[in-house]
């Protein structure tokens, strides 16, 4: 454990029992939520580089233009 979560978790300890579960909710929640977005990111690689893919093809055949941020 690193120091930084070693000082966190010293701080969390002082807090009402409560309290404390909240913290591991907020905690767990956002460990879970990180895991669920790397996993459909992975499962989403193949997509992802078959639009790239098709983004440099119509790049390189002039088939864009530049982004005006004001209109969108």
Known sequence: ???LLEDAM???RKL??????AVARQLLDEL???AEWN???DASAD?????AAKAREEFFAGKTEPLDP???
């Open 32 to 34: 879970r939520s990180q």
């Open 10 to 12: 010293a701080e969390v």
């Open 39 to 41: 996993r459909r990111f």
């Open 16 to 21: 009402p029992e409560q309290e404390q579960d």
């Open 70 to 72: 004001d209109k969108l």
């Open 1 to 3: 454990m690193t120091k």
């Open 47 to 51: 997509k992802l580089r078959l639009f």
